[in-house]
C-alpha cells in the first residue's frame, strides 16, 4: 500500500517537467522572436535616418544651386559678370547650412575668360553637393546668361536702366528711335530731367517718318541703377540703345560734352546732311576750327542745324547715332566712314558698339520697321605749338624779317621822328639800323633811311612809342599808314636756340650770317619777311621724322595725326598718318608726308579725322553702308557728338542680363 503511495506521489511530481520545457521554448522562442522584431525596427530606423539625411542633403543642394543663381543675377543685372565671378562662386566653401553643408565642384563658365569688359559670358555650369552626416547628394545646373543691349516695344514710355562698374565717373549717350507717323499725327520724343539733348531729327516730314534723338546723361561711380526715361507724345513703336563711355583716371571728371552736329532736314534745314531717305552719304560741317564759347552745346530745335564750326574741337571721341528705318528685324549697319572726300580722304572706320533689335529675330516685342545704333571712334587728343612750328626738317623756327607799322598820329614833312602805336605780327619787331621803305608808291621816305633809335633804348623793340630814323620824310603822312621796314634782324619766334647754321635756308629768301644772339640772327642781306612764316633749313630727308619744340608736348605713339594748318609754309600729311615712336623733341609717323612738312600745327583727337581742320568753311562726307542694299533701311536719321577725357578701354553698350537656370541633374554616387 505504501509502496504504491511512493510511487504514485513520484509520478505525480513528475508530471510538471514537460510543461516546464515547453514553457522555456515558449518563452526562448518569444525571445527570439522579440530580438528579430528589435532588429529589424533597428535597421528600419537607421535607413529611416539615412533616407532623412539624403532628403536633407538633396535640399541643401538645392539650396547651393539657389545661391548660385543669386551670384550670378547679380554680377549680372551689375554688369559685372565674368568668368572671375563663375569661378568665384565656390569660393569660401563648405557652407553650413542646417544640419549639414553644401560646396561646389569647380563651376564652369562659357566662353572661358568671359568678361563684362570682354566676350560676355553666356552660361555658368554649376556642380554642388550636400552633405548631412554621411549622406551627400550631388547636382549639377547650367545658367544660361542672355544680354540684352536696348528697349523696344510700343507705347509712349520708354525706360533703361543704366549702370557705371567703374571707378570713375562716365558719360553715357542714349539714342532713341521711333516711328513718327502713325494714328494722330507725328509722335514727338521729350528728354529725360538729367538728360542734355544733343540732336532731334526726323528722317521726313510723313510717313514712312523715323525719329532719332540723341542725349548724354552723367553718371557717377559705381552706381548701378539711374533709370533714363524718356516719353512719346504717342503711342509708337520705338528702339532705344545706350553707350557708356567711362572717363580716364587723370581726367578727374566725367568726360567733357564739346558738342554735336545735326541737321533737321523734315524741319526747314538746309538739306540732307544727317538725315536722308533714300541715300547712303552725309556731311557735317567745320567741327574743330579754333573754340568758340556756348554755341556748340545749346540744345537743338526743331528745324535747326548746327552752326557751330567747333563743336568737336579738342575733342577724343567721336559717336554716331542713327536711327533706320526697316522692312525687317534683319536691316542694321555693316560700316559707317568718315571724310570720304576730304583733302586727303581719311576714311576714317568707325565702330559699332551697338544695336538692337536681335538681327536674328529672337527679340520680344520688336516690330521689325526701325532699329537704332551707335558706333565710335576714338582717337589721342593732341595740338603741337602754334607758336613753335611742327616740320619735317632738321630746324625750323617761325620768324619775321622787318615788319609792317601802325602810327598813332601823323607826321608832317621834314620830320625823324614817329610815332607807332603797334608793331604788326606776333613777335614781329622794329630794330636798330632796319630800312624803312617808301609806302603807296609815294616817295615819303628817303631811300636807305635807317632806324637809329627805338623806345627804351632797346635794340629790337615791339612796344608802342617814339622810333627814331636818320633822313626827314620827304612830304606828309597820315595816321594808321603802315611804313614796311627790311631787316637783316631774323626774329625767331617762340622756339630759342634752333641749330642754324650760315647759309642759305629753304624758303629761299633768307641767308643765315651768324647768331643766333637773344634769339635773333643775323642776315647776310637786308630783306623783308613782314608776317609769321616758318623759316626752315637742311635737307627733309625722308620726312618721316616731325620735329617741334622741346617745350611743345608730344603725341603718344599710336596716335592718328593731320596737318591743322601749314601756319603760312608748306607741307602735307598723307591720310591715315599715325605716329610710330617719339623722341625728346619729335616724333616718327608713317607714313610719311606726302609734301615736306616747313613750319605746320600736326594735330591728333577727333581733329585729325576732319578735312580742312582750320577751315570755317569746310565740309566733311561721310558715308554708311547697309547690311542689304536697297529695302533694309528705307530711311535714316542721325547726329553725331564729340566727348573728351574717354577712357577708349572702357568704352561699353549699356546692357540688361536674364539668368534663367536648366533643369538640375543629380550625379549619379
Known sequence: MNEQRRERTQRDRQRGVASIIVVLLLIAGVVFILGQTMGIVGTRGGDTTRQLDSTAALELA??????????????????????????????????????GSFSYAAPVADPAGCSYAGTACSSCSVPVTGTV?????????????????????????????????????????????????????????SICGTCGNRWTVESSSGNPSVGAMGVTVPIAPLTYSQVVTQNLSLSRDYV????????????????????????????????????????YTGEVNSGVVAATSGTCVAAPSAGTEQSCNSWCHGGDTLIYGLAGRSAGVSAELSTVT??????????????????????????ANASGTIYSEIWV????????STSAPATSYPAAVLGTVGAHINLSSSMSGGTTTMEVSS?????????????????????????GTKITATPGGATCNSAAGTYTFDTPTTSNM???????????????????????????????????????????????????????????????????????STSSSLPSVGTRVALFTNNGGAGAFAANT?????????????????????????????????????????????????????ADTSQWSSGFACLKGVDASLIAPVTSSTVKPGRWQEQVQ
Not at 262 to 277: C, E, F, Y
Not at 519 to 547: C, F, K, M, N, W
Not at 614 to 626: A, D
Open 478 to 548: 597820315n595816321a594808321g599808314t603802315v611804313p614796311l621796314a627790311s631787316s637783316k634782324n631774323l626774329i625767331v619766334q617762340g622756339q630759342a636756340g634752333i641749330a642754324f647754321t650760315a647759309g642759305a635756308t629753304n624758303n629761299g629768301a633768307v641767308t643765315i650770317a651768324s647768331g643766333p644772339v637773344a634769339s635773333i640772327y643775323t642776315l647776310s642781306t637786308e630783306t623783308s619777311v613782314p608776317i609769321s612764316v616758318p623759316i626752315t633749313q637742311g635737307s627733309a630727308g625722308s620726312g618721316d621724322t616731325i620735329r617741334v
Open 62 to 99: 538645392e539650396s547651393g544651386l539657389q545661391r548660385a543663381q543669386a551670384v550670378i543675377a547679380t554680377a549680372s543685372s551689375s554688369g559685372i559678370m565674368s568668368d572671375a565671378v563663375c569661378s568665384g562662386i565656390a569660393t569660401g566653401g563648405p557652407f553650413a547650412l542646417g544640419r
Open 338 to 363: 568718315f571724310n570720304i572726300s576730304g583733302t586727303p580722304a581719311q576714311n576714317v572706320q568707325l565702330t559699332r558698339f551697338v544695336h538692337f533689335p536681335d538681327t536674328g529675330g529672337g527679340t
Open 240 to 279: 532705344e540703345v545706350g553707350a557708356l563711355f567711362p572717363a580716364t583716371v587723370s581726367y578727374g571728371a566725367a568726360p567733357t560734352f564739346v558738342g554735336s552736329y545735326w541737321d533737321d532736314q523734315s524741319g526747314g534745314g538746309t538739306g540732307s546732311k544727317t538725315v536722308n531717305n533714300s541715300g
Open 377 to 384: 571712334a576714338t582717337n589721342a587728343d593732341y595740338l603741337s
Open 133 to 189: 552626416n554621411s549622406a551627400q547628394r550631388s547636382l549639377s545646373t547650367t545658367f544660361n546668361i542672355s544680354q540684352s543691349y536696348g528697349v523696344t516695344g510700343r507705347g509712349t514710355v520708354v525706360t533703361m536702366v543704366l549702370k557705371n562698374i567703374h571707378t570713375v565717373p562716365a558719360l553715357a549717350l542714349f539714342h532713341l528711335a521711333w516711328q513718327r507717323q502713325g494714328a494722330g499725327g507725328n509722335a514727338n520724343a
Open 423 to 447: 608793331v604788326v605780327g606776333a613777335g614781329s619787331k622794329i630794330c636798330v639800323d632796319d630800312l624803312l621803305s617808301t609806302y603807296s608808291g609815294n616817295n615819303r621816305f628817303v631811300s
Open 578 to 630: 599715325t605716329v610710330q615712336s617719339v623722341g625728346a623733341n619729335s616724333f616718327v609717323v608713317s607714313p610719311a608726308p606726302t609734301a615736306a612738312i616747313e613750319g605746320g600745327v600736326a594735330c591728333g583727337g577727333t581733329c585729325a579725322f576732319f578735312n580742312g581742320p582750320s577751315s570755317t568753311s569746310s565740309v566733311t562726307e561721310f558715308r554708311i553702308e547697309r547690311s542689304t542694299v536697297g
